[in-house]
C-alpha cells in the first residue's frame, strides 16, 4: 500500500489549505483514513480520521471546529480542509491507512511521506 500526500505550503495566519491524499496498492475491503502531524521536536499526534463510509470522523480537541476529513471511494483519496490556520498548525502532515477506523487513529498499518504546512504570524 502506497499513499502519496500532497496540498502543504506556506499560509498565514487565519488562512486555508487543503490537504489531499492518494492510497493505491492492494487495499483493505473497507479502509478507514486518517491525519497526523508532527511539529518539531514534538511526536507525532494524531489529527483526525474517516471510516470507509464517511459515517464516522473523529478529531484532535485542537482542531475541533477547524478542520474537516473527508473521502472519496471512487478516487481512493482523502482530504483535510484546514481552515482558521494557526501558528500552532504548523507541522509535517502524514496520511495513515488503516483496516479499521479504531485502529487508524493509534496504530496505523502505512504512512504517507508527509507534506510541510507553515502557518506564518
Known amino acids: 500500500v502506497q499513499l502519496q500526500a500532497c496540498g502543504g505550503g506556506l499560509v498565514q495566519t487565519g488562512g486555508s489549505l487543503r490537504l489531499s491524499c492518494v492510497v493505491s496498492?492492494?487495499?483493505?475491503?473497507?479502509?478507514?483514513l486518517g491525519w497526523f502531524r508532527q511539529a518539531p521536536g514534538n511526536e507525532r499526534e494524531f489529527v483526525a480520521a474517516i471510516n470507509w463510509s464517511a459515517s464516522a470522523t473523529n478529531y484532535a480537541d485542537s482542531v475541533k471546529g477547524r478542520f474537516t476529513i473527508s473521502r472519496d471511494n471512487a478516487k481512493n483519496t482523502v482530504y483535510l480542509q484546514m481552515n482558521s490556520l494557526k501558528p500552532e498548525d504548523t507541522a509535517v502532515y502524514y496520511c495513515?491507512?488503516?483496516?479499521?477506523?479504531?485502529?487508524?487513529?493509534?496504530?496505523?498499518?502505512?504512512w504517507g511521506q508527509g507534506t510541510q504546512v507553515t502557518v506564518s504570524s
Open positions: 495513515a491507512y488503516a483496516a479499521s477506523f479504531v485502529r487508524v487513529g493509534t496504530r496505523p498499518h502505512y
Open positions: 496498492g492492494r487495499l483493505f475491503g473497507y479502509y478507514a
